[in-house]
């Protein structure tokens, strides 16, 4: 691999890491609703919110693209950025589990939905820890 497709593939590395979350997690939706039968739902102040796949996908993206901003941000800023960036990653994927564990409905929902947390976080973080800069 030349110098010149080294750069190309590691510019394509973020982009392609929150598509492969986005279609992990929604393996993982698959699996636990239509297959398992689980009803994804969580209290969100009084309302019941149902998790369908859409708000999987784009919760989904979202949380993806923001950690990708701020992985950019904290790049520009720092050469420990990566380390800073993966450092705030991981607390805010373990915390982040804590509202569904919380707030689902049943032991499935919470557990499900706390799982779904998880596989997201761990594939934005691996996957953009894989397209650092050297």
């Known amino acids: 691999m030349t110098v010149l497709d080294t750069t190309t593939t590691r510019r394509w590395i973020r982009p392609a ?8 997690a929604l393996v ?4 636990l609703v239509p ?3 689980l009803e994804l739902a969580a209290l969100q102040g009084p309302a019941l919110l149902q998790v369908d796949a859409v708000s999987v996908a784009v919760a989904t993206a979202v949380v993806g ?7 950019a941000l904290l790049e520009r800023r720092s050469a420990s ?3 800073y960036w993966t450092i705030v990653a991981a607390c ?14 049943t032991l499935g929902a919470k557990l499900g939905l706390a799982a779904l ?5 761990l594939v934005v973080i691996v996957g953009f820890r894989r397209g650092q800069r050297r």
Request: proline fraction near 2%; hydrophobic fraction near 60%; include cysteine.
């Open 35 to 37: 297959v398992a039968g």
């Open 117 to 121: 947390h998880l596989v997201v976080g």
């Open 17 to 24: 890491t929150i598509g492969v979350a986005v279609l992990a």
């Open 28 to 31: 993982l939706w698959i699996v």
């Open 92 to 105: 805010v994927c373990v915390l982040s589990t804590g509202d569904p564990l919380i707030n689902g409905v």
């Open 65 to 71: 693209l923001l950690g990708w901003g701020l992985l």
């Open 81 to 83: 950025g990566l380390r």
